[in-house]
């Protein structure tokens, strides 16, 4: 097929998605759904085009050359890596031990009822149980479901799809007539497994090293560069797994971001891989319908039907009693039975399996029947699974804020007219009567709602808390995107209070305020940040610099809390007690930094002076900067001016 050809055959499927897009969202359904039922329509009235008639290994490849790095590197840079390593047990055993369960509950199965040769029911087994990134990532974030659910859903995905993936190259050879002992194939497995993790964690932190220097455009190239060269270094070059360094490399680079990149490049990769997402999941589904088409389902329904329900049942078994023993042996946070449904009916299927069934060997005798029933059970699910998701979430409460969660976006709500009259008084404009009378009626409203909720002592402690908590962290975050803070600085910090932010959700009430940060780090912990130490500081590493730099963020970070938590003393149904107490907790440490500063100050002399001016100073370039920028983006200015004082976004550092 020709190159231009090729690109437009996709830019009119890409075109078809957009205007489907339009249709999904109208009819309340995922876009992927509609696009594999427009695709599988299409084949079957035989409106296929060439790009749809991949067959075998050339499907494979597109799906897991083209495709999978840049949907596998998207979901992990939108993970939250400290929830996923927090709920990495629970993660890695739903990706290994129940994908394992699975696929020998369905090959055992498969072998009985069908008479399958019990290798060949056991290749199947390994290709269907694995949830596909693709398609589950695409439609739980459609969807909207708890936060823990997700990183668990999305991290069970990430991880299993490499698992599928190496073991289906272990099967296939045992399937066709090789001899692989249990022993070689469990270290082949964990090398190509652990492997592809370590190449993607290398590669992430050397691209690391260099986001404090990169500018948007240059970022985006090393971003789009790690997706395609860690997947392709790995899978083809040094034979491990692809998957896993992509994921591990993207996942690095998320953790890192918040300290090493600037604001300008974060949002821009959100932006970038949000846009590579959409392009890639649209293009995918549309071909995962046309490739399957009618014929085989046809031909093969009973054993697809057959096949469909045990792989849902199957799934139910193995992740039941895993999740009880987690529960009760290794003491997880509960997950609760209504994410276990969540997480049962979500195990979707879509463009990975189908690729491994296509990619199956044609000397395969049963090849042509673990084709269909692979393109039966990836439609079952799409068509059944992912239509009745929001549903099931809906039904069993899930979407439903919780008090803490109201009451929050009642303060917000308050908070949002304050800045309106505020930013009216700025501008020297006066509200005509019936704004105000609109803004003081929503402002009621939002008090009488707060007053409804009759919260409890330890829903208060939450709200309280995590709002000072809320503010702490913004703060660091603004002053690094500022150029305050040294990237070491910032890690130090963010990580102090995102680990009382993690201890605060995990345990409530029982939570003593500041007590992580007095706590030793576990070994991870501690072997991470020596990693992540080794990387080059822009800003330079003078101990002095670095110790007056950390306690002007607390001792500002602990004066902004304290000062956002006088908002509860007007507001309803929260006790002052527990305030007072958050209060004077972030009051005591802003003391504490600045006795800091008063003891750099009385060691440095000169130095701490010198520290202090050169902060004040970097303050006001940022400033001048966004200024500057302003005017350039209204057109006043020429570009030339960011350039010419050394703010423009493409080359200016750290």
């Known amino acids: 097929m020709e190159l231009p050809h090729l690109l437009l055959e996709m830019s009119a499927l890409l075109a078809l998605a957009v205007m489907l897009g339009l249709l999904a969202r109208r009819v309340g359904v995922p876009l992927s759904v509609v696009l594999v039922v427009v695709g599988f329509l ?14 075998g290994e050339a499907f494979e490849e597109v799906v897991v050359f083209l495709f999978l790095p840049v949907l596998v590197f998207a979901a992990a840079l939108g993970i939250d890596l400290r929830a996923f390593v927090r709920n990495l047990t629970a993660i890695l055993v739903l990706a290994v031990v129940a994908f394992l369960v699975s696929a020998v509950l369905v090959g055992i199965t498969l072998h009985v009822a069908l008479g399958t040769a019990l290798a060949t029911a056991f290749l199947f087994g390994a290709l269907i149980s694995a949830t596909d990134p693709v398609a589950v990532v695409a439609v739980f974030r459609e969807v909207g479901v708890p936060r823990r659910l997700l990183t668990l859903v999305e991290g069970e995905s990430l991880l299993n799809d490499g698992v599928a993936i190496v073991l289906f190259a272990i099967l296939v050879e045992v399937a066709t007539g090789g001899s692989v002992s249990v022993t070689a194939g469990v270290i082949d497995f964990v090398l190509v497994f652990g492997g592809g993790a370590l190449i993607g964690i290398a590669l992430g932190l050397a691209a690391s090293s260099v986001l404090p220097w990169l500018g948007r455009l240059p970022a985006a190239g090393l971003s789009l560069a790690m997706a395609y060269g860690s997947f392709v270094l790995a899978d083809e070059v040094l034979g491990f797994s692809g998957v896993m360094a992509t994921a591990a490399a993207g996942m690095v680079l998320a953790g890192l971001a918040p300290s090493r990149a600037s604001a300008e490049v974060r949002q821009m990769w ?21 490739i399957i088409g009618p014929g085989q389902l046809l031909e093969h329904f009973g054993p697809i039907v057959l096949a469909a329900v045990v792989v849902l049942v199957a799934r139910a078994l193995a992740v039941v009693p895993l999740v009880w023993l987690l529960e009760r042996v290794a003491h997880i946070s509960r997950v609760g039975w209504r994410n276990e449904a969540v997480l049962i009916w979500g195990g979707l299927r879509g463009g990975v399996a189908l690729a491994l069934a296509l990619a ?36 069993l ?30 501008l020297g404009l006066q509200a005509d009567p019936q704004t105000n009378a609109e803004l003081e009626a929503s402002e009621r409203a939002a008090h009488q709602e707060m007053a409804d909720l009759d919260v409890e002592e330890a829903e208060e402690y939450r709200i309280v808390v995590g709002r000072g908590l809320h ?13 305050l803070l040294p990237p070491a600085v910032t890690r130090t910090l ?18 003593q305020l500041g007590a992580t940060r007095q706590a030793p780090s576990g070994r991870l912990e501690q072997l991470s940040r020596r990693l992540i130490n080794r990387l080059p ?3 330079g590493s003078d101990p002095t610099e670095l110790a007056y730099a950390e306690a002007t963020a607390r001792r500002l970070a602990a004066r902004r809390t304290a000062d956002a938590l006088e908002i509860f003393e007007d507001l309803p149904a929260i006790g002052q007690d527990t305030v007072e107490h958050a209060r004077r907790t972030f009051t005591d440490w802003e003391q504490q930094a600045i006795a800091d500063l008063d003891g750099l100050d009385t060691q440095s002399g000169e130095d ?13 370039q940022a400033a001048s900067s966004r200024e500057l920028a302003e005017l350039v983006e209204t057109g006043l200015l020429p570009e030339q001016v960011l350039r010419s004082t050394g703010t423009a976004q493409s080359d200016r550092p750290r």
């Open 471 to 483: 503010v702490e962290r913004r703060t660091y975050q603004e002053l690094s995107d500022q150029g």
């Open 397 to 426: 409460g899930l979407d439903r804020p919780t008090r803490v969660d109201r009451y929050l976006m009642a303060i917000a709500r308050v908070s949002a007219i304050q800045a309106a009259r505020g930013e009216m008084s700025n």
């Open 360 to 395: 199956l060997p044609e000397e395969l005798a049963e090849r042509e029947l673990l084709v269909a029933l692979t393109g039966g059970v990836v439609l079952a699910t799409l068509l059944v699974n992912a239509t009745t998701i929001q549903w099931l979430v809906s039904r």
């Open 537 to 539: 500081e822009p800003a």
């Open 42 to 55: 299409a084949a079957a009235v035989g409106l296929t085009p060439e790009i749809g008639r991949l067959q």
């Open 608 to 620: 701490a002076r010198a520290l202090r001016a050169r902060q004040v100073h970097t303050l006001a």
């Open 494 to 511: 963010l990580h102090e209070v995102d680990d009382e932010i993690d201890d605060f959700a995990m345990h409530g009430r029982s939570h």
């Open 270 to 290: 959100e932006q970038m891989w949000d846009a590579l997402d959409y392009v890639a999941n649209a293009l995918l589904f549309l071909l995962i319908g046309l």
